[in-house]
Structures are given as structure tokens and as C-alpha cells.
């Protein structure tokens, strides 16, 4: 079985005495894993990077990373990670050359053994033959890929990549997601994401947790997530009262979770789809609920979100705290 690199336990941090943007997180993640960090903006995501690569300390509980404890030995900690910020930290008066070259020589690198890692590593992102171009000439995709080289020039054990694709278009985005994984398979590093992309998350992460208002809401791999809801995943649209269609479905079993929509639709996640569903539909009509449409599909992360936190992801992402307002989630129906 694969050893812990990084391990927190009730890790917690309060600003203004009142504001708890992490809540007693307890996490593990293993050594040469790709370990995502999946959650809206405001979750917490970025104060949990900045306690476990000591930017900031633990209002209270504790974090190792790579062995040692980050509150009593910062130093230690920090020799053996890299941090790819959310925000660019480049300098754009230089070129991408001397920027991997001024990272490596302030993190104590000796200038021929930062020469060696940095043409190895400009080739591994592809900018080798634009390393002497000011920075400032660099597309969004070439910085953050220079960014990725840059953290990984002092041979990190564990890489830190804070929303690394926010903003970027489609296409540069999965490039990104390529040299990621190549980097974790040919370097040996472990990574930890943090994102609010569900598509990233599910197509990089071995395993993921995902956050919410601080506080860590469930942990496995996209698949066990996905499979821990229990069925497939039915959206009906239609007119009538739902309160008596919810009546209706809490004597059954095959029903496992249930959210109304704000345009008075529903989404149910039901086991055995082929058998279930006509039931549904009967239910539906004895009800007087008038379906207009009904489509079927396999859950994804999108659904394993809605069911842990009673939300989608993309509408909180869209309007802040007002996405809590958008739906109501009974996650197991009362059999009462």
C-alpha cells in the first residue's frame, strides 16, 4: 500500500477570529498520485495550499507534507515542493530562460545543475525554442507551462498547481492536462490540483476530495464517487406539483436521491433505470405532475457534486452564494 506524502488532520484555519475557511480537514494523499482538490471559488481550496506549503500557518490541527510538520519545520517542507500559483508570478521584463533561471538560483540550485534541469525541463513543456522570448510576448497557455517548468526545477517531490488552467481556452487546457500526467509518469512527482473544473478533475485525478464551505464532504476516485450514487441519473421537466410527485417517491427504494429544480423540474438518481423508470413515469401521472420531457444518463462528477453539497458547481461559479438559492436537495428520502 502506497505511504501518505501529505496527511492533515483537523486542519483549520479562522481569519478575523469569525471567518473559518477551512474546517477541520482530514486528508491523505499518497505518494506519486495525481490528488485533486475539487470545489467552488471560496471553498477553500487556496487557503488549504497556502497552510501545506507554510505561506500560511493553521489557525489549529496539523499538516505533514513529505515527512515534516509545517509549522515546526517550514524549511524542510519547502525543499521539496513546488507551487504553481493561481496567479501568474512570472516576470515579464525577462526571458523564459531567465526566469527558470532566477527561480532555480533563489532556491540555492547550482547555476550548471540549473542549466541542465532547465533545458530538460523547457523541453518537456515544449518552449525550448521560444526560452530567450520575453515573457511578456508568451500566450496564457506558454505561461502557465513555463510556470509548470518553473516549479519543478528544483526537483520537488510533491507539485502544488493551484487552479493551473483557470481562464485558459479549451484546446490549451488539455495540453496542460498532458504535460501533467507526463510530468507525474516520467518525473515521479506526486501533483495536488486544486480546480473547479469537473471535467479536470475527472479526467487527471487518481483520487479527489471535494470541499465545500471549508469542511472536506467526501473522498474517493471519480469512479467510486460516481458509483456511490447508486444509479443513473433521470432530469424530468414538466408542469405541476412537485411537492406531491416527492410524496409520491418516498416509499420507494429504487429512488435514491432527489432534487427540484428552480424551473420545477426534477432530477432523480435511480437504480435499475430499465426497471425503474416506467414506475416513475406511472407515479408521475397518478400525481397529476405533467412530464414534458425525460432523458437518461449515466452520472458524472457534475451529479456526485449536486448530491454531496445541493448544488451545481457552474451555477455557483456564475453567482456566488446566490447558487445555494437554486435548488433543493433531498439526498435520502424520508421512508417516515
Known amino acids: 500500500m502506497l505511504e501518505d506524502i501529505i496527511v492533515t488532520e483537523k486542519l483549520t484555519k479562522v481569519f478575523n477570529k469569525t471567518i473559518k475557511a477551512v474546517d477541520q480537514v482530514d486528508m491523505g494523499v499518497r505518494k506519486g498520485e495525481i490528488f485533486g482538490f475539487l470545489g467552488p471559488n471560496g471553498a477553500g481550496k487556496t487557503t488549504t495550499v497556502n497552510m501545506l506549503t507554510t505561506l500560511l500557518k493553521p489557525t489549529s490541527g496539523k499538516a505533514i507534507v513529505s515527512g515534516f510538520d509545517v509549522v515546526k519545520h517550514p524549511d524542510e517542507v519547502r525543499r521539496r515542493i513546488g507551487i504553481v500559483f493561481q496567479d501568474s508570478v512570472l516576470e515579464d521584463r525577462y526571458s523564459g530562460y531567465e526566469n527558470m533561471m532566477l527561480h532555480a538560483r533563489l532556491w540555492g540550485v547550482k547555476k550548471e545543475i540549473a542549466k541542465e534541469r532547465i533545458k530538460e525541463l523547457l523541453e518537456l513543456v515544449s518552449l525550448t525554442a521560444r526560452a530567450k522570448d520575453l515573457v511578456r510576448a508568451y500566450s496564457g497557455g506558454m505561461r502557465r507551462r513555463l510556470e509548470i517548468a518553473r516549479g519543478l526545477v528544483t526537483r520537488p517531490e510533491i507539485l502544488f498547481l493551484d487552479e493551473p488552467t483557470l481562464g485558459l481556452d479549451p484546446t490549451t487546457r488539455f495540453h496542460i ?23 479536470e478533475a475527472e479526467h487527471l485525478c487518481e483520487r479527489l476530495s471535494i470541499i465545500d464551505y471549508g469542511k472536506i464532504v467526501t473522498t474517493g476516485s471519480p469512479s467510486e464517487l460516481i458509483n456511490s450514487l447508486g444509479g443513473d441519473v433521470v432530469k424530468i421537466t414538466g408542469e405541476g406539483d412537485v411537492g406531491l410527485a416527492i410524496s409520491a417517491f418516498k416509499p420507494e427504494n429504487y429512488i435514491k436521491n432527489v432534487i427540484v429544480k428552480q424551473d420545477n423540474g426534477l432530477e432523480l438518481t435511480i437504480a435499475e433505470s430499465d426497471k425503474s423508470l416506467p414506475k416513475i413515469i406511472r407515479k408521475l401521472e397518478e400525481t397529476g405532475y405533467n412530464a414534458l420531457s425525460i432523458s437518461l444518463k449515466k452520472p458524472s462528477l457534475d451529479d456526485v457534486f449536486i448530491a454531496y453539497t445541493g448544488r451545481e458547481i457552474r451555477e455557483e461559479e456564475a453567482s456566488g452564494s446566490e447558487g445555494i438559492k437554486k435548488h433543493f436537495v433531498i439526498k435520502k428520502l424520508s421512508r417516515s
Do not use: A, C, P, S
Open 177 to 199: 492536462w498532458d504535460y501533467i500526467k507526463l510530468i507525474n509518469k516520467e518525473q515521479g512527482v506526486t501533483v495536488f490540483l486544486t480546480t473547479h473544473y469537473l471535467d
